[in-house]
């Protein structure tokens, strides 16, 4: 079974729009970890967010904001008034206790932000 | 801080030749370095975990004679694709964790590599 669920393949939003992409992870675990990533065309990975299992605490960084919910297993993200240069691949990944530098993550899910 | 960079940015070479492809941690010690393969429009997937000093932990499926990996200090970790066939080509990350950068992995931004 999927560790890490994107469910939203591709979203097309206007600039300016709220965004949030979902991402619901599974894991037997009472200590992990989870990311976020963003990938833009040019490839690279750029780290944006880790959170660890006992912070529940929703964290707000810029137009970015990050909302963690034990009860439901996600871990969702909110870009709000999103702009063209957000368009990129984002990635949610999880790790867990015993193995904290193995990466599982979600298929991905695709923001076009359309100006 | 923790930049990761990857040489070369990009590959085209002929089958049944090997492609190395360098990953180096700049600011920080990496400890430990991850090898990533990504298919076109899917998610990353882990080739292998290598510890400084030591052998890499392959994942499973993954054939430890074709994809090399070799740690051989805290800052420099390399891949080398053996016999490359165009079944290969591929986007392959590397990503290090380690001193300065703990419990957080940083991508390096990727080789493309394209087997004619």
């Known amino acids: 079974a999927q560790k890490v669920t994107q469910a939203q393949t591709e979203i097309s939003v206007v600039e300016k729009e709220d965004v949030t992409l979902d991402c619901v992870y599974e894991?037997?675990?009472?200590?992990?970890?989870l990311f976020w990533y963003k990938q833009p065309p040019s490839g690279e990975l750029v780290f944006l967010i880790r959170?660890?299992?006992?912070?529940?605490q929703n964290e707000i960084s810029g137009r970015y904001s990050w909302n963690f919910q034990k009860s439901t297993s996600s871990f969702n993200f909110t870009i709000t008034a999103s702009q063209v240069v957000d368009s990129a691949v984002y990635f949610c990944?999880?790790?867990?206790?015993?193995?904290?530098?193995?990466?599982?993550f979600g298929s991905g899910t695709k923001l076009n932000v359309k100006p | 801080g923790a930049v990761v960079s990857q040489h070369p940015s990009w590959v085209i070479c002929k089958s049944g030749t090997s492609v190395k492809i360098e990953c180096r941690s700049l600011?920080?010690?990496?400890?430990?370095m991850f090898w990533y393969r990504q298919f076109p429009k899917q998610s990353l997937m882990l080739m292998a975990t290598?510890?400084?000093?030591?052998?890499?932990?392959?994942e499973q499926g993954v054939e430890k004679d074709k994809f090399l990996i070799n740690h051989a200090s805290l800052t420099l970790s390399t891949l080398t694709v053996t016999s490359a066939h165009p079944e290969d080509s591929s986007f392959y990350i590397c990503?290090?964790?380690?001193?300065?950068?703990?419990?957080?992995?940083?991508f390096g931004p990727g080789t493309r590599l394209t087997v004619l």
């Open positions: 990503s290090a964790s380690g001193q300065g950068a703990t419990d957080t992995q940083y």
């Open positions: 894991t037997r675990d009472t200590t992990y970890y």
């Open positions: 600011d920080f010690q990496a400890t430990t």
């Open positions: 990944a999880l790790s867990e206790e015993g193995n904290f530098n193995k990466f599982y």
């Open positions: 959170r660890n299992s006992f912070d529940e």
């Open positions: 290598s510890n400084e000093g030591s052998k890499a932990t392959y």
